[in-house]
């Protein structure tokens, strides 16, 4: 009898499967395909995304320049949220600042993700965004003030750096929404701290929280995190982020954006004056391939550091066409000039200006302090480099090589009084006729010689007559000859 039941109660199981198997309702994802896909940036960001910016190795003016970048991007397409992708021992204290002053202009909401680390001034830059998550295994703290090699801070300076930060840093974390006094015990040992009665770090202990120290709530708040993720995707899915998730880049570049615009004056100076000596000489030669240089490099270095976007050089570009039309094309309209004059210099100072595009249309003058300094520095340097080359640049060969004149047939344009002196066999009152434009140098011909000369008032087209006025070293000062 025990058999038959058996063998019954083994039908009714197998009848049973098919339709328990039919009941049974299978996910159509597992965790790992819900999640969202986290896609390297490539071109501009997408409208409303949710961007990650990836913040490894020590905090620097060169991840600054980074973070400003995308975030300039991200602000342009209304990014629907900013991920700090977190992993640093460290840094400038300096450097985190300006991240601090940079994440706060932006109107989306800010996260920093710990994966594992957000140490010293990483661990600033996360109380300055207004949602904190951790990796499983991770820490965040440890911020007291050391020197570049890692040594003591002498303790008078040390104690008057952790005033001025410790302040700094808890006015952004009350900004943020987090708890002041964290922020304090991060970098000031002497801060214990408890919450909700209970002691977090005692007096003389610098505060180092791990993901699940983080995440503690007391009284029902947690302590500092939101919570725990396995990655930057899960926490995107479990904070109920929207939009498409994509990951900025750094560029290789953003080292050399910081040297750039560290040197901008000198860059400036060599493009002011490069393009002095060019308008000086005929032809296109050397000076004027190092001014482009100079100017390429300023605005290329500007553009990486996140400061300026490729219009602000096409201005540029189209001040210089305008300033050429004028000088080769039709002389004498100074609208022209002028006009390409101000996009130039508005446009190199515009480069400088540290514009978000959810500022003001208009930004205040505080952001042009730096840049005016800069530019002012450059024309400043350049208007003494110009005043002793007008001087002397007739006089320096090796500045006189440097210049491709095209038709400069050699010839006895140079005679000999006496051994070691030599002049120009060209007299006041001489004929001759432009070669070249003289802008207002060039070349001129009196009796079969080409010499260099320079016009004194109204440039002069080519092959216009010309009287010698007087000579000044290797250069004839002429004007146009009256009928």
């Given at each position: 009898?025990?058999?038959?039941?058996?063998?019954?109660?083994?039908l009714?199981?197998?009848?049973a499967?098919?339709?328990?198997?039919?009941?049974?309702?299978?996910?159509?994802?597992?965790?790992?395909?819900?999640?969202?896909?986290?896609?390297?940036?490539?071109?501009?960001?997408?409208?409303?995304?949710?961007?990650?910016?990836?913040?490894?190795?020590e905090?620097?003016?060169?991840?600054?320049?980074?973070?400003?970048?995308?975030?300039?991007?991200g602000?342009?397409?209304?990014?629907?949220?900013?991920?700090?992708?977190?992993?640093?021992?460290?840094?400038?204290?300096?450097?985190a600042?300006?991240?601090?002053?940079?994440?706060?202009?932006?109107?989306?909401?800010?996260?920093?993700?710990?994966?594992?680390?957000?140490?010293?001034?990483?661990?600033?830059?996360?109380?300055?965004?207004?949602?904190?998550?951790?990796?499983?295994?991770?820490?965040?703290?440890?911020?007291?003030?050391?020197?570049?090699?890692?040594?003591?801070?002498?303790?008078?300076?040390?104690?008057?750096?952790?005033?001025?930060?410790?302040?700094?840093?808890?006015?952004?974390?009350?900004?943020?929404g987090?708890?002041?006094?964290?922020?304090?015990?991060?970098?000031?040992?002497?801060?214990?701290?408890?919450?909700?009665?209970?002691?977090?770090?005692?007096?003389?202990?610098?505060?180092?929280?791990?993901?699940?120290?983080?995440?503690?709530?007391?009284?029902?708040?947690?302590?500092?995190?939101?919570g725990?993720?396995?990655?930057?995707?899960?926490?995107?899915?479990?904070?109920?982020?929207?939009?498409?998730v994509?990951?900025?880049?750094?560029?290789?570049?953003?080292?050399?954006?910081?040297?750039i615009?560290?040197?901008?004056?000198?860059?400036?100076?060599?493009?002011?004056?490069?393009?002095?000596?060019?308008?000086?000489?005929?032809?296109?030669?050397?000076?004027?391939?190092?001014?482009?240089?100079?100017?390429?490099?300023?605005?290329?270095?500007?553009?990486?550091?996140?400061l300026?976007?490729?219009?602000?050089?096409?201005?540029?570009?189209?001040?210089?066409?305008?300033?050429?039309?004028e000088?080769?094309?039709?002389?004498?309209?100074?609208?022209?000039?002028?006009?390409?004059?101000?996009?130039?210099?508005g446009?190199?100072?515009?480069?400088?200006?540290?514009?978000y595009?959810?500022a003001?249309?208009?930004?205040?003058?505080?952001?042009?302090?730096?840049?005016?300094?800069?530019?002012?520095?450059?024309?400043?340097?350049a208007?003494?480099?110009?005043?002793?080359?007008?001087?002397?640049?007739?006089?320096?060969?090796?500045?006189?090589?440097?210049?491709?004149t095209?038709?400069?047939?050699g010839?006895?344009?140079?005679?000999?009084?006496?051994?070691?002196?030599?002049?120009?066999?060209?007299?006041?009152?001489?004929?001759?006729?432009?070669?070249?434009?003289?802008?207002?140098?060039?070349?001129?011909?009196?009796?079969?010689?080409?010499?260099?000369?320079?016009?004194?008032?109204?440039?002069?087209?080519?092959?216009?007559?010309?009287?010698?006025?007087?000579?000044?070293?290797?250069?004839?000062?002429?004007?146009?000859?009256?009928?």
């Amino acid at each position: 009898m025990i058999g038959v039941m058996r063998f019954f109660l083994l039908l009714v199981f197998l009848a049973a499967v098919p339709f328990a198997g039919a009941q049974v309702a299978t996910p159509d994802k597992s965790p790992a395909e819900s999640l969202p896909e986290v896609r390297k940036l490539d071109g501009e960001v997408p409208e409303g995304a949710v961007v990650v910016i990836p913040l490894k190795g020590e905090v620097s003016k060169a991840q600054f320049f980074f973070l400003r970048r995308v975030i300039k991007k991200g602000e342009a397409a209304n990014a629907s949220a900013y991920i700090l992708d977190m992993d640093t021992p460290g840094g400038e204290l300096g450097a985190a600042t300006d991240i601090l002053q940079a994440l706060m202009k932006v109107k989306a909401p800010t996260y920093t993700y710990v994966d594992p680390n957000a140490g010293s001034a990483g661990a600033l830059i996360a109380l300055g965004t207004k949602h904190i998550w951790m990796a499983p295994v991770s820490a965040i703290g440890a911020a007291a003030p050391v020197m570049g090699g890692g040594q003591e801070i002498p303790e008078t300076l040390n104690a008057k750096i952790v005033s001025y930060y410790s302040g700094y840093f808890r006015s952004a974390a009350e900004n943020s929404g987090h708890n002041p006094e964290l922020a304090e015990a991060f970098i000031n040992k002497e801060k214990g701290v408890k919450v909700g009665g209970k002691v977090i770090t005692e007096d003389g202990e610098l505060l180092t929280l791990s993901a699940q120290e983080a995440v503690e709530k007391i009284k029902g708040k947690p302590l500092l995190a939101e919570g725990i993720a396995a990655s930057v995707a899960e926490l995107v899915r479990d904070a109920g982020l929207k939009g498409p998730v994509v990951e900025a880049e750094p560029s290789g570049f953003e080292r050399a954006a910081l040297i750039i615009t560290m040197l901008a004056p000198l860059f400036l100076l060599g493009g002011i004056v490069g393009t002095y000596i060019e308008f000086k000489s005929p032809g296109f030669g050397v000076p004027g391939v190092l001014a482009g240089v100079c100017f390429l490099l300023f605005f290329a270095g500007h553009y990486v550091a996140g400061l300026t976007g490729m219009e602000v050089a096409a201005f540029f570009v189209l001040g210089v066409i305008l300033v050429l039309l004028e000088l080769i094309f039709i002389p004498g309209i100074v609208v022209l000039a002028l006009v390409g004059t101000l996009l130039m210099f508005g446009s190199l100072l515009w480069a400088m200006v540290d514009y978000y595009p959810t500022a003001p249309e208009w930004p205040s003058f505080d952001l042009f302090l730096l840049p005016l300094a800069n530019l002012g520095v450059a024309i400043g340097l350049a208007g003494v480099a110009i005043f002793f080359l007008a001087q002397f640049f007739p006089k320096i060969p090796v500045l006189r090589r440097l210049v491709l004149t095209a038709s400069a047939p050699g010839g006895g344009s140079l005679t000999m009084d006496e051994p070691g002196a030599a002049r120009l066999a060209v007299g006041a009152g001489d004929k001759g006729k432009a070669v070249s434009m003289l802008r207002p140098v060039g070349r001129a011909e009196f009796a079969g010689e080409m010499v260099s000369a320079r016009s004194e008032g109204d440039f002069i087209a080519p092959g216009t007559p010309v009287v010698a006025l007087r000579v000044e070293g290797s250069e004839v000062v002429v004007e146009t000859a009256k009928a």
